[in-house]
């Protein structure tokens, strides 16, 4: 969304708001008016608030440590694996690390069938293939 003049962090900062709900709406009715100005200061309060480190280091051990269920299928284990990604925006992971991660957790009988999908060994494709 563009308007005449109005530079695009102001326009994040106005539609913020819209974007939230239950407690996250209620922390930002919360805040004092003006005491956020900038796009990075709202960024960093509401990442203090609702991902503190303690929760952070959680997901990212959540994350690294996953591991595809007995019966749980390629599709249900990257379904999984994703929402764990997102539970975690800014889990700080690089995108190679995020596919090596899951490829890694998953089971043999998968990875054969994901190599064979993908036309060989998957983890020899680079990551836009």
């Not at 530079?7 to 709900?21: A, D, I, M």
């Not at 490829?103 to 993908?118: E, M, Q, R």
Request: a neutral charge; charged letters at 20%.
């Amino acid at each position: 969304m563009k308007m005449n003049g109005v530079p695009s962090e102001v326009v994040c900062l106005l539609l913020f708001g819209f974007s939230l709900r239950d407690r996250a709406k209620q922390w930002l009715n919360s805040l004092a008016p003006n005491s956020i100005t900038t796009w990075e200061q709202c960024e960093q309060q509401f990442l203090d608030k609702f991902y503190p480190p303690s929760k952070m280091a959680h997901m990212r051990n959540l994350i690294a440590s996953f591991k595809q269920a007995d019966s749980e299928s390629l599709f249900e284990a990257w379904d999984r694996y994703n929402s764990m990604l997102r539970q975690c925006p800014h889990h700080g992971l690089e995108r190679w690390l995020v596919l090596h991660t899951f490829y890694n957790g998953i089971n043999y009988h998968t990875k054969v069938s994901l190599d064979s999908a993908a036309g060989g060994a998957l983890m020899n494709k680079s990551l836009d293939e």
